[in-house]
């Protein structure tokens, strides 16, 4: 894509050479890119994320927030949008929806479908998380510094023999 990206601007600005198809390759790859590479980021969890709850959670509660967000915020807005752009898709290839500009690619039919593949892909690492949450919450809770809420506990002092009393 940045080769690609290169040649564009250097048949521009170099030899005075443009090209639409060219122009819009770039756009598919990265559509491409992201829309495809969404499912592996979550996987490796690679993925942007606001840590206010999550930074000083114990293993379980790191869990039961991971299972929140996959079920209650992940899962229903990627069946949203699979569902409200799946009729825009179904129709394009219906068709066989040409070029976004005169002189392009005359595929657009295969850009949207990239639209319900991110979703499915997205759903599918989902349920992978969604089982490892459920797997530690249903483990028994370790006795490492964790309290019942998975939230370490704030000194391990009292786990040392004769409950953590340095006076002697």
Not at 51 to 61: H, K
Request: aromatic share 8%; hydrophobic share 55%; glycine share 8%.
């Amino acid at each position: 894509m940045v080769l690609v990206q290169f040649a564009v601007v250097l048949l521009r600005y170099v030899f005075g050479i443009s090209d639409i198809a060219l122009d819009e390759s770039v756009l598919y790859l990265h559509a491409a890119l992201f829309m495809l590479g969404a499912g592996y980021t979550l996987q490796v969890d690679a993925h942007v994320r606001v840590d206010i709850f999550q930074s000083r959670a114990g293993p379980r509660l790191k869990a039961a927030i991971e299972l929140f967000g996959h079920l209650c915020l992940l899962a229903p807005s990627m069946l949203t949008i699979a569902w409200w752009s799946w009729p825009s898709v179904s129709n394009a290839w219906a068709i066989r929806e040409g070029a976004l500009s005169v002189g392009g690619i005359p595929a657009a039919f295969l850009l949207k479908t990239l639209i319900p593949l991110f979703c499915g892909l997205l759903l599918v690492q989902s349920a992978a998380l969604v089982l490892r949450a459920v797997t530690t919450l249903a483990a028994p809770a370790s006795a490492e510094g964790t309290d019942s809420s998975g939230v370490q506990a704030a000194s391990a002092a009292s786990d040392r023999p004769g409950g953590g009393d340095r006076s002697t």
